[in-house]
């Protein structure tokens, strides 16, 4: 049964943020998106939640992030940084200093000023890439210091901390919408809807996660 409380989604558009958008869905009588502009790289993102949004016809804010894009110089707000996993313990150059930190935080805000009491986000310490703000720790963390912060009990879900990609498939694919997530989607670094270049390590970490899927499936 659905509870009947607002819920806002931290929303990019991408495989796991609209697996949660849909987890969302299943769980909160009312469901919000907002979506960050931090003149990304893959800006095209942007584009993709809104057609996804608006085809759900789903109430979407876009918050203007852009000064991140000024103190983060990174592979993904920058073309002439190339994208690159991390060596010899070194983060991923796509690793964005503060970018959960403030997405959250602002989503924190806006959920104060709609009545939102539960905030959804699809960090995932078990794919997180090395990356510090998606883990577990830090998502609890910031959870208490949002609350002391408003005054408010916000509540804030991840409903695929501890997923795998094929178990993160398994899921779109459990509420009817793995077709959907798969075409609609980007996850590309590249920028490019549904299956993507195939080349960049996020598309490489999805499509080796539906092809596992898909083989258990039939199996």
């Known amino acids: 049964m659905k509870k009947n409380e607002k819920a806002i989604v931290v929303f990019s558009g991408g495989q796991d943020s609209t697996t949660c958008l849909f987890w969302a869905l299943e769980h909160f009588t009312e469901v919000v998106a907002v979506t960050f502009d931090y003149n990304q790289r893959h800006a095209i993102e942007i584009e993709c939640?809104?057609?996804i949004t608006d085809d759900l016809q789903i109430e979407h804010h876009i918050l203007d992030m852009t000064l991140l894009n000024q103190l983060a110089p990174n592979a993904l707000t920058r073309s002439n940084i190339a994208v690159k996993n991390g060596e010899d313990g070194a983060l991923p150059s796509t690793f964005v200093p503060g970018r959960n930190l403030l997405f959250l935080s602002f989503a924190g805000i806006l959920a104060?000023?709609?009545?939102?009491?539960h905030i959804i986000t699809g960090v995932c310490e078990t794919d997180?890439?090395?990356?510090?703000?998606?883990?577990?720790?830090f998502i609890k963390s910031l959870n208490v210091t949002l609350n002391l912060s408003?005054?408010?009990?916000?509540?804030?879900?991840t409903p695929?901390?501890?997923?795998?990609?094929?178990?993160?498939?398994?899921?779109?694919d459990d509420f009817g919408k793995?077709?959907?997530?798969r075409n609609?989607?980007?996850?590309?670094?590249?920028?490019?809807?549904?299956?993507?270049?195939?080349?960049?390590p996020a598309c490489e970490l999805r499509m080796q996660g539906l092809n596992h899927y898909l083989q258990e499936k039939m199996s």
Not at 128 to 137: E, L, T
Not at 178 to 181: G, K, M, N, R
């Open 160 to 172: 695929l901390m501890w997923l795998n990609k094929a178990e993160t498939w398994a899921m779109a």
């Open 49 to 51: 939640a809104k057609a």
């Open 112 to 117: 104060y000023q709609i009545g939102a009491r």
């Open 178 to 181: 793995l077709d959907y997530v």
């Open 128 to 137: 997180f890439s090395g990356y510090p703000d998606c883990r577990d720790q």
């Open 184 to 200: 609609k989607t980007l996850t590309c670094y590249n920028g490019i809807i549904a299956d993507g270049c195939g080349e960049c």
């Open 150 to 157: 408003m005054e408010r009990p916000f509540v804030i879900h």
